[in-house]
């Protein structure tokens, strides 16, 4: 079992930047995936940022790309999502994922964080 707790949302204007963090109560150092989605009401969750396989692979949603960093820091179990440039259609909350592969069988542990809103007004 982990926990992930998320800090760093908020209200910015259009244009502005956030900070998001996602600590974990286990080793990020070790896992597969680690991720950020965002969901509004009404819609499905989305992923919004994504590392895995040891950091060889990083995806970003075409509608965020170039403007959203994810990065780790495995010292602190932590990980981040920097957004710049932020617009009103980035309003959602946000959650970070993270998944562990525990044995040669393929066997996961995976978290989700509680969410966190962020909210951009123009």
């Known amino acids: 079992q982990v926990q992930l707790v998320e800090s760093g949302g908020g209200s910015v204007q259009a244009g502005g930047s956030l900070r998001l963090s996602c600590a974990a109560s286990?080793?990020?150092?070790?896992?597969?995936?680690l991720g950020w989605y965002r969901q509004t009401p009404g819609k499905e969750r989305e992923q919004v940022a994504a590392?895995?396989?040891?950091?060889?692979?990083?995806n970003y949603a075409d509608s965020v790309k170039g403007r959203f960093t994810i990065s780790r820091d495995n010292a602190e179990n932590t990980v981040y999502l920097l957004m710049n440039s932020l617009k009103p259609e980035d309003t959602a909350v946000y959650y970070c994922?993270?998944?562990?592969?525990?044995?040669?069988?393929?066997?996961?542990?995976?978290?989700w964080g509680q969410g966190t809103q962020v909210t951009v007004s123009s």
């Open positions: 994922y993270v998944r562990w592969i525990v044995n040669v069988e393929g066997a996961t542990v995976e978290g």
């Open positions: 286990r080793k990020i150092g070790t896992a597969h995936t």
């Open positions: 590392v895995s396989s040891g950091g060889a692979v990083i």
